[in-house]
Each structure stands twice: as structure tokens, then as C-alpha cells.
């Protein structure tokens, strides 16, 4: 065993989570422990309790209570083997790489991180994307389990921390692609509802999502943050249906979710805040329109523009519809190539 120890977070360790920049230094130490070292206040940053998500700055001093030694356990598990077809498939969905950065079509389905009873992830995924590296690549910003998309990856540490910080301070271009039900009027507008997050019901705070509060009241409700979203109808299908593009201004959970939702215009496909029916008392339709139309939520990053954290070069990365909302955008008679790739720069 280790004792006590006290390590002051380098230059190059900006902007990354407690826990990841704890597995580097104690690749010994599993996940689970080091979120329970947190609870019980045995790992501290600059004195103060943490949690494993909180993310660490240069200079600060974190407390490392006493560690088993690595070397002393002569039998480590070999971490699972990848599945050839996983691999084989994570691989397939990179749009571009260099020895920096990695640009993903991430799958919709896949879920960027584990969590309870979740094995199959996009980190556990991780030595399929290491390319001749000896680390995985990292994440610097979040998709939900069901949006698919330009999903960034940073290969080295100095890249992690520029673009973490980058994405924080909104020096990213996003735009997602959508199918709602109705057509929201006006045809261009912006959404300022702020959101809270409401307890799910079970032990464990299942179905957990996210309510709106009218701007005004935000102040005045715990826990409460702004969000803004930008919105402009692409294409429609009569009054039943629009194609969106979507622009978080701010990236707050499940905010363009909640948002269309609380509009009158779910995304198609949106069982938790659109309701499983058809039914929707904004235009008469639910976020399930029927017939051939998929179940699966219809919303896709589809843009993503940025400067390289090492180059400074202009980079913009756009991923392909997956494959149940091209077969919607067919069936409907939306053709991609016919968008813009930023519909709003049209509107300045």
C-alpha cells in the first residue's frame, strides 16, 4: 500500500475529470472505487470534497489517500476483448483523423459512457480508436445514447484540454438535424425556456428528465440553468411534419429535446418527452407519426465546425443521416443534399 500522497495537476492536465486524470495516474484503480474515495471525502482538490466528474485546473493539489501498489498484484485481469464486429464497426464510423484529433459518426444507440448494467459503450470501445497510440482516445464533449452524429475525440492529452475548453466556452459551431411533428411557427425563432431537472420515480431515479421553466422564473427556481436554442424549418410535410436544423446556443441536458417538446413539436421518435401516441395538441401529431415511419428519435448532429487545438486550421466535419432517419427523409421526400450546411448563415 501507498501512503498518503499529495500531486499538483500539471500544465497538461487542464480541463479533464477527476476521475480520467486519476486513471492515469493509478491505472490500478477501478472506476468504482475512485467515485467511492469521493463519497467518502478521501479524495480532495485543493482541500475540498469532489465528485469524479469534477474537473481539474493546472496547479491544483489533489489529495491520494493510500492506493494499493501496482506492482504488487502479480495476476492483473486482462481487460475484455473487444468483439471484432464492435471494432470493425467503431472504426467505420470515423470521419477523420490525424494525430490529434478523431471525428466519429457515432452510432445511434451507443452510449458514449458505461453506467449501471451498461457494458457496451463508446469508451469501452476505446483501444479500437488508439491507431498506433498507446492511450485512448478522449472525450470532450457528450452525445445522448440516442442522438447520432459528429462526435469529437482529442488523441492526446494537450488536445483534450484545448478542445474541453473550447466546447465550454462555445468556440463551437453545432448543428443538429431533426424531424418534428407539426411545423413550428414562426418558421425561424429561438427558444429561451430554462430547465431543471425533475426526479424520475424508483430508487434510483429512473426516468429522470428534464423540465422547462419559463425564463422569467429561472432565478427564483433551485436548480434551474438558462438555455437557448436557435431553430429553423428546413423542409415540411404539409402541417404534419418539418425538417429542423437546431443550434444549442447553451448545452444543458436533453435541452433540444425538452425544448421542441415544450413547443408543441417533439422530435419524431422522442417516447420521454414527446409521449409514445400520435396524438399532440399542438398540430395533431405525436412524437410517433406511423405508418413506415421509425420509433427510434429522429435527431442527428449533423455539424460541427471548430479550430484544430494545435494547428489553429478551420475544420468543419459533417456525418451522414443514419439509417433510420434516411429511410424517414426518403419516405417523406426530404433529400439531404438539397440543405445547406448552415441554414442560418442564410438568415444573417
Known amino acids: 500500500m501507498t501512503g498518503v500522497q499529495v500531486l499538483t495537476v500539471g500544465p497538461d492536465e487542464a480541463e479533464q475529470r477527476l476521475d480520467r486524470w486519476f486513471r492515469r495516474h493509478f491505472p490500478q484503480v477501478s472506476q468504482g ?5 469521493c463519497r467518502k471525502g478521501e479524495i480532495r482538490v485543493d482541500g475540498g470534497r469532489v465528485k469524479a466528474a469534477t474537473r481539474v485546473a493546472p496547479g491544483q493539489a489533489v489529495r491520494v489517500p ?13 481487460p475484455n476483448p473487444i468483439p471484432e464486429a464492435d471494432a470493425a464497426m467503431i472504426q467505420a464510423a ?19 459512457q458505461g453506467g449501471s448494467g451498461l457494458t457496451r459503450h463508446l469508451d469501452a470501445l476505446g483501444p479500437a480508436l488508439r491507431f498506433g497510440l498507446d492511450e ?7 452525445l445522448d445514447k440516442d442522438t447520432s452524429g459528429v462526435l469529437l475525440l482529442a488523441r492526446t492529452q494537450a488536445a483534450a484540454g484545448k478542445l474541453t475548453a473550447a466546447f465550454r466556452a462555445r468556440e463551437t459551431r453545432k448543428i443538429y438535424w431533426a424531424a418534428v411533428a407539426g411545423v413550428p411557427s414562426p418558421a425561424t425563432g429561438t427558444i429561451r425556456y430554462g430547465l431543471v431537472k425533475a426526479p424520475g420515480h424508483g430508487a434510483k431515479g429512473e426516468a429522470e428528465k428534464m423540465r422547462c421553466v419559463h425564463p422569467g422564473q429561472v432565478a427564483a427556481t433551485p436548480g434551474a440553468k438558462h438555455a437557448t436554442t436557435d431553430y429553423t424549418v428546413v423542409e415540411t410535410l404539409a402541417k404534419r411534419a418539418a425538417w429542423l436544423a437546431l443550434v444549442p446556443v447553451t448545452g444543458r441536458t436533453h435541452q433540444l429535446r425538452a425544448h421542441l417538446a415544450e413547443i408543441g413539436h417533439p422530435i419524431v421518435g422522442d417516447g420521454k ?10 398540430d ?9 415511419i421509425s420509433r427510434k428519435l429522429h435527431l442527428h448532429a ?37 440543405a445547406a450546411p448552415d441554414p442560418f448563415e442564410d438568415l444573417a
Do not use: C
Open 33 to 37: 472505487r475512485i467515485e467511492k474515495m
Open 302 to 338: 449533423r455539424l460541427l465546425r471548430l479550430t484544430h487545438p494545435i494547428t489553429g486550421a478551420e475544420m468543419s466535419f459533417t456525418a451522414p443521416l443514419p439509417p433510420h432517419m434516411a429511410r424517414t427523409w426518403d419516405s417523406l421526400g426530404w433529400r439531404a443534399a438539397d
Open 136 to 142: 485512448n482516445p478522449r472525450l470532450v464533449h457528450r
Open 273 to 282: 418527452y414527446g409521449g409514445s401516441g400520435q396524438e399532440n395538441l399542438g
Open 94 to 112: 470515423v470521419l477523420y483523423r490525424d494525430d490529434h484529433l478523431l471525428a466519429l459518426n457515432k452510432p445511434a444507440g451507443l452510449p458514449v
Open 284 to 292: 395533431g401529431w405525436g412524437a410517433q407519426l406511423g405508418g413506415e
Open 66 to 78: 493510500p492506493l494499493p501498489d501496482a506492482a504488487a498484484d502479480r495476476t492483473p485481469r486482462a
